[in-house]
């Protein structure tokens, strides 16, 4: 059986970490092979180039990070996704070329077209199985990071104009893919929002040929 790609995106403090969590040990309950990675830093070079876009101190330009970002998604698809799907694992994705769309084209106003060319170079075509949008109001995810006690990377200390841009391309994103993106409500705690995300993977796992192990109820 191959393996499937799932994605999951959202703005800053929409619970993505915590969730990815809840999945893996719920798929790792049910003997499901899968594993968790993200982006930018899924693999060692990423690990280097995910310091650089989010915790070095130095300005970088808007096409710079596009392009580090691009750089790091080739280097993940190549070393990391690819690899595992053959093996027939549940990858679960912490962003993917969603987030490249709404932070770099929505939140810079980078040219999408340029935007889609890297995408399609970086991927080499490999789209996602599916992607859960983490959906919950900009201002709500802040005070959520704020809250956690983690400093804020560059991307977080974006304005507030920033943010909701690129919470209005993730908007944009679902309304204009309904078949590839789903919408989680993510404003619910946490159990709550994990019972939404279950229930949207036991009915696709189904559907892709894991009956067997899911069951029928």
């Known amino acids: 059986m191959n393996g499937k790609l799932i994605v999951f995106e959202g703005v800053e403090g929409s619970g993505k970490t ?12 049910l003997n499901i092979p899968s594993i968790i990675t993200r982006e930018p830093g899924g693999t060692d070079l990423g690990k280097d180039l995910r310091h650089l876009l989010l915790e070095a101190s130095q300005s970088i330009a808007d096409r710079t990070e596009l392009l580090l970002f691009a750089a790091d998604r080739a280097q993940h698809v190549e070393q990391k996704l690819k690899p595992n799907l053959a093996q027939g694992k549940i990858i679960l ?39 859960l949008w983490l959906d919950v109001d900009v201002e709500v995810g802040l005070v959520r990071k704020k809250g956690s006690g983690v400093l804020g ?4 200390k974006e304005t507030i104009a920033f943010h909701r841009r690129v ?43 894991y009956l067997s192990i899911i069951g029928d109820g």
């Open 18 to 29: 915590t969730q990815m969590q809840f999945c893996l040990q719920w798929l790792q309950s």
């Open 153 to 156: 990377d560059r991307m977080e």
């Open 93 to 131: 994705c912490d962003r993917y070329t969603d987030s490249t769309i709404a932070y770099q084209g929505w939140g810079r106003g980078l040219d999408m077209n340029l935007i889609n060319q890297l995408n399609t170079i970086a991927t080499s075509g490999l789209k996602s199985d599916l992607t």
């Open 167 to 209: 919470q209005q391309g993730y908007a944009h994103l679902y309304t204009s893919y309904p078949e590839q993106m789903i919408r989680v409500d993510a404003s619910l705690d946490r159990d709550a929002v994990f019972a939404q995300i279950q229930a949207i993977l036991s009915h696709l796992f189904k559907a892709w040929g």
